[in-house]
């Protein structure tokens, strides 16, 4: 048997054409959504990264100012950027790409965007309202995740969901998103032990350990949901998932590619933060 293919990409052009209509409705009003990216240093992915956001503000029609910066900024030097932008009238979302460089207080930074501008929901404030089940900006992978899930036409509620991965920007953040939906959460990580045997209990599997191809047939039940958001650049140039897709795909069901899947979920998300903190701050 041969998965069904949960495609990210037709999924984030259906919200990209509704935020469209929804900017097309501000602009009548006037207001119009601006994001800032800051980008330090000349680390390649975050270059691409940068680019793809710039490209769709522009494509949706949103503001867009990018703040390209040498790697020797300093901390006090960001922290001034991150404050003039957080009064700017113009900007109603900013995003500082991470990695920062090694003497720059990540931290720090984050702490010091403004709550309501907060676009990538990394914020203390936005992750404690995430926990709670509070209105907040939620994180875009995690809220993407969701979000394709449900589109794909998926009940969670009650479903055994297993998370494999617990990093604070994707991990954590999903597995709370899950149970807010109604399933029962099993979160494993690099020290789980029998893990494929866990894994195997799920009904909705998720997948964000940062290790290419690691997750065979053996992790997946027969029939069970697998959302990849792997995304490991292989010596040969190549992006490869966790998931190891070719085998799996035999024997589980509904399944999300990389490239085509989680990806392009998380630049659409982070348009609709952008979009929702406009309306908050202009509504
Ligand atoms: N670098 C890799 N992923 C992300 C993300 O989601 N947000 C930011 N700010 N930087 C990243």
């Keep these: 048997m041969t998965a069904t293919i949960i495609s990210g990409k037709q999924v984030s052009e259906e919200i990209r054409g509704s935020i469209a209509g929804e900017v097309r409705a501000l602009a009548a009003k006037g207001?119009?959504?601006?994001l800032a990216v800051v980008l330090v240093g000349e680390d390649p992915a975050s270059q691409v990264y940068v680019r793809n956001k710039e490209k769709a503000c522009h494509d949706l029609g949103f503001y867009s100012e990018v703040h390209r910066l040498p790697a020797e900024t300093s901390q006090a030097d960001l922290l001034a950027l991150v404050d003039r932008l957080n009064r700017k009238g113009d900007i109603d979302g900013i995003l500082v790409q991470l990695p920062l460089p090694g003497h720059i207080d990540e931290k720090a930074v984050i702490n010091a965007i403004a709550v309501d501008k907060d676009v990538d929901g990394f914020h203390p404030v936005n992750v404690g309202n995430l926990v709670i089940g509070d209105d907040s900006l939620l994180p875009c992978t995690p809220a993407g995740v969701i979000e394709l899930i449900k589109r794909a036409g998926i009940s969670l509620s009650g479903k055994h969901a297993v998370v494999i991965g617990r990093s604070n920007i994707v991990g954590k953040p999903v597995s709370l998103l899950l149970q807010r939906?109604?399933?029962?959460?099993?979160?494993?990580?690099?020290?789980?032990?029998?893990?494929?045997e866990i894994a195997r209990q799920a009904d909705v599997l998720v997948v964000a350990i940062g290790r290419a191809n690691f997750i065979d047939a053996s992790y997946v039940k027969p029939g069970a949901v697998v959302i990849d958001v792997g995304m490991n650049r292989l010596e040969n140039g190549k992006l490869a998932g966790d998931v190891d897709f070719?085998?799996?795909?035999?024997?589980?069901g509904p399944i999300t590619p990389v490239p085509g899947g989680v990806g392009p979920m998380t630049i659409t998300m982070l348009?609709?933060?952008?979009?929702i903190a406009a309306k908050r701050h202009h509504g």
């Design 271 to 275: 348009m609709q933060n952008t979009l």
């Design 181 to 196: 939906e109604n399933a029962t959460v099993t979160m494993c990580h690099s020290r789980t032990e029998r893990m494929a």
């Design 246 to 252: 070719e085998s799996v795909k035999e024997v589980s």
């Design 31 to 34: 207001v119009v959504p601006g």
